[in-house]
C-alpha cells in the first residue's frame, strides 16, 4: 500500500534556485529515507533520517523530519542541472526492513 | 567500488512465456529486495530475503512468481506464464542489517510482447 506520498508531482526550477519538495506519511515509521532516480537508472540513496532526528544535511541537501505531522521535506540547494532527476521518499516501519515508496516528485533545473 | 548487478539490462518475451531475472548482491548484505516499477512511477514491493531465507513475501503474485537467493549463487526472480501486465522494469536492491539504504541495482526492463 502506498505510504509516501510527495508533492509537487513535478517541479521545474532555474539553476541555481533552491528545490523543496515535500512527503506525507500515514504510519509510524523507524526512519525515512531518500532516493534519487536518474532516468532509465536505479534509485541512489540520498539520506536517511531517523525517527528521533529533526533534521539532517548532507551537502547541498537538507532533509528535516516532523513525526507529530507525519511529514518530511527534501531541500537542495543552488541546484544544477545534473540534479535533474525524480526524487523518491521511502519510509521504513515497525521491525520490518521493507521500504515503502512514495510516487516521486520529476524535478527539472533548466540551466 | 560496491554495486548490486543484475542480468540481463533488458528481456523480451512473448505472453506465456517464461522470464528469469539475476541479481548479485553485494557481499555482506544480509538483505536482498525486488521491486516492480511500472511507468516510471510507484515502486511496488515484491519480495524480500534475509540470507538465503524469504522474510517477505507479501508483495509477490503467489501464482506465477517465485525468487531465490541460494547460497554461492545470484539470486534470481522467475515469473512463469508472462502477461502483458508484467512489463515493467525489475529492480534488485541489497542492505545491511538495521535500517541503512538501499544499494540498487540498474533494473532488469522486461517487455511482454
Known amino acids: 500500500s502506498q505510504q509516501g506520498e510527495e508533492d509537487p508531482q513535478a517541479l521545474s526550477i532555474q539553476e541555481g534556485e533552491n528545490a523543496t519538495m515535500n512527503c506525507s506519511y500515514k504510519?509510524?515509521?523507524?526512519?525515512l529515507q531518500w532516493y534519487r532516480q536518474n532516468s532509465g537508472r536505479g534509485l541512489v540513496h540520498l539520506i536517511l533520517?531517523?525517527?528521533?532526528?529533526r533534521e539532517k544535511h548532507s551537502g547541498r541537501l537538507r532533509v528535516t523530519l516532523d513525526t507529530s505531522k507525519k511529514s518530511s521535506s527534501l531541500l537542495i540547494t543552488a541546484s544544477r542541472a545534473a540534479d535533474t532527476a525524480s526524487y523518491f521518499c521511502?519510509?521504513?516501519?515497525?521491525?520490518?526492513?521493507?521500504?515503502?515508496f512514495g510516487k516521486g516528485t520529476k524535478l527539472t533545473v533548466n540551466p | 567500488g560496491e554495486e548490486v548487478a543484475q542480468t540481463p539490462k533488458h528481456l523480451v518475451r512473448g505472453e506465456g512465456q517464461k522470464a528469469k531475472l539475476y541479481c548479485a548482491p553485494i557481499?555482506?548484505?544480509?538483505?536482498v529486495f525486488w521491486y516492480q516499477q511500472v511507468l516510471k512511477n510507484e515502486f511496488k514491493f515484491l519480495i524480500s530475503f534475509q540470507n538465503e531465507n524469504v522474510f517477505d513475501e507479501t508483495g509477490m503474485p503467489k501464482e506465477r512468481f517465485s525468487a531465490k537467493c541460494l547460497p554461492n549463487s545470484p539470486c534470481s526472480l522467475e515469473i512463469q506464464a508472462t502477461k502483458l501486465e508484467d512489463s515493467a522494469v525489475y529492480f534488485c536492491?541489497?542492505?545491511?542489517?538495521?535500517?541503512?539504504?538501499?544499494?540498487f541495482g540498474s533494473g532488469t526492463r522486461l517487455t511482454v510482447v
Open positions: 557481499k555482506g548484505h544480509s538483505y
Open positions: 521511502a519510509t521504513a516501519q515497525g521491525g520490518s526492513e521493507k521500504l515503502v
Open positions: 504510519t509510524s515509521i523507524n526512519n
Open positions: 533520517i531517523r525517527s528521533n532526528e
Open positions: 536492491a541489497s542492505s545491511r542489517q538495521g535500517f541503512y539504504g538501499y544499494t
